[in-house]
């Protein structure tokens, strides 16, 4: 019976040091995220920004949403900001609650200034409807970002969903569509620019 458990317990250690070090490998060669999903969880976490995460992850892709790619005791700024340096491009999903979050502009102004491409989806508002909000606690100078940010994606081709009439299937098709544009795009400038530094050097 001893020799019975010896044996079985020396296979389970098997088993969970295989598991263990299978888990690692796949952390390491797992890609880096193609997508990453800004939006404000209140608003959007459990409709559009959930269900776009769910559609690209079964086209495939490595979208990055927090409540997704985050666990307990990570550090909000450490995670997403490499998660921002490191993705493709961005998705920003503006809604009448975004401008309220600190994390959300200041998400939204690093991919700006990463020179991230952005998609903009406008949920339930308006561009012009979208304000930084001067609450006397932000610094100026994040406010700026904020404001620089936040113009640029005013004006940056988008798409709109109205939450109560819109079609979702279709909006999910034109969404992953343009994601998918996008990323095609980005890979054939990376490659020309690979191409272009290999050709002077």
Known sequence: MQRYSTARYVCNQIV???THIKTTLD????PPC????NHRG??????????????????GFSPFLDSKNMKPGDKLFDKIDVAIHKCKIGVAVFSPQYCDSYFCLHELALMMECKKKVIPIFVDVKPSELRVKDDGICPTKDLNRFQLALEEAKYTVGLTLDTLTGDWPEFLDSASDAV???????ER??????KKQKYYN
Not at 27 to 30: A, K, M, N, P
Not at 34 to 37: G, K, L, N, P, R
Not at 49 to 55: C, K, M, Q, R
């Open 16 to 18: 969970r040091n295989q």
């Open 27 to 30: 952390q390491r060669l797992r």
């Open 34 to 37: 193609d997508v990453f999903i």
């Open 42 to 59: 209140i608003d959007t976490k459990r409709n559009v920004a959930g269900l776009l995460y769910d559609h690209l992850r079964r086209l």
């Open 180 to 186: 998918i544009k996008n990323l095609l795009e980005v």
């Open 189 to 194: 400038e990376k490659y020309l620019l690979k």
